[in-house]
Each structure stands twice: as structure tokens, then as C-alpha cells.
């Protein structure tokens, strides 16, 4: 969450993360098809400083769900990443904004960085 301060009172802005399902029933010749697709997720800010959470928010989701995309209990109880998972995430998000991916020794500064200098069996 974010607060703005105004002259008149405070406003409090936060991102929401959506999925947005498409369902259709085709029937033809006599068969009855139901489809079902979901969308990427969607997050929803009101403020550009909202940007990076709402980034960060998309990857996480991107790379923590699996086989259940509509599951947003992971926001709730997120469960653990490893460093082999965050690494090409990382790598990809420099990637698609700077259009050159990370070499192995910015994510070993990273690494250092994020994990606190712990390397164990994750890095």
C-alpha cells in the first residue's frame, strides 16, 4: 500500500492483480464444446509510482503458478523461492527493458545482495 498526502486528507492507493477468465460454449451438430481460457495476469494501478510493485507482482505470479493460474493464494502464503528460480527472472526482466539479459556476474553480485551473502545449496 501506498499513502499520497493531500492539503484535504489522505488517499490510499494500492495495485490489484487479476485474472481475467474467457469461457465459451460452442454448439455444433448436435455437440456442446466448453472452453475456457485465462488471461495473463492484469494488475490494476491508479498511480505510475505503482509501476514496479505492479511488475514485480506479475513476475512473481508468472513464475510461482503452475498448473492453477487462477490461484492468487500464493500473494497470501507465498511459498519459498530459490535462487535458481529468481535468477532467470531477473535476468529476463533486464532483458525486456534494457534488451540484454544479466551475465554471470551481475547475478552473483545480485545473489550476494538479495540473499544476504548466503549461497547454501541455492545458489
Same mark, same amino acid.
Given at each position: =500500500?501506498?499513502?499520497?498526502?493531500? @492539503? $484535504?486528507? #489522505?488517499? =490510499?492507493?494500492?495495485?490489484?492483480?487479476?485474472? %481475467?477468465? &474467457?469461457?465459451?460454449?460452442?454448439?455444433? /451438430?448436435?455437440? !456442446? +464444446?466448453? %472452453?475456457? /481460457?485465462? #488471461?495473463?495476469?492484469?494488475?490494476? %494501478? #491508479? #498511480?505510475?509510482?505503482?509501476?514496479?510493485?505492479?511488475? /514485480?507482482? %506479475?513476475?512473481?505470479? @508468472?513464475?510461482?503458478?503452475?498448473?492453477? *493460474?487462477? @490461484?492468487?493464494?500464493?500473494?497470501?502464503?507465498? *511459498? *519459498?523461492?530459490?535462487? $535458481?528460480?529468481? /535468477? *532467470?527472472?531477473?535476468?529476463?526482466?533486464? +532483458?525486456?527493458?534494457? $534488451?540484454?539479459?544479466?551475465?554471470?556476474? $551481475?547475478?552473483?553480485?545480485?545473489?550476494?545482495?538479495? =540473499?544476504?551473502? &548466503?549461497?547454501? !545449496?541455492?545458489?
Amino acid at each position: =500500500m501506498f499513502w499520497f498526502r493531500s @492539503n $484535504q486528507s #489522505s488517499l =490510499m492507493v494500492t495495485e490489484e492483480l487479476h485474472i %481475467i477468465c &474467457f469461457v465459451a460454449v460452442l454448439h455444433h /451438430a448436435g455437440e !456442446t +464444446l466448453d %472452453i475456457e /481460457a485465462s #488471461s495473463l495476469p492484469v494488475v490494476v %494501478i #491508479s #498511480s505510475s509510482n505503482q509501476v514496479p510493485s505492479a511488475w /514485480a507482482s %506479475i513476475m512473481w505470479f @508468472n513464475m510461482l503458478s503452475t498448473s492453477e *493460474p487462477m @490461484n492468487l493464494s500464493l500473494f497470501v502464503d507465498p *511459498p *519459498p523461492l530459490t535462487w $535458481q528460480q529468481l /535468477a *532467470p527472472l531477473l535476468s529476463w526482466q533486464f +532483458l525486456s527493458m534494457g $534488451q540484454r539479459p544479466l551475465d554471470q556476474d $551481475q547475478l552473483s553480485m545480485l545473489r550476494d545482495k538479495i =540473499m544476504g551473502g &548466503f549461497t547454501g !545449496t541455492s545458489s
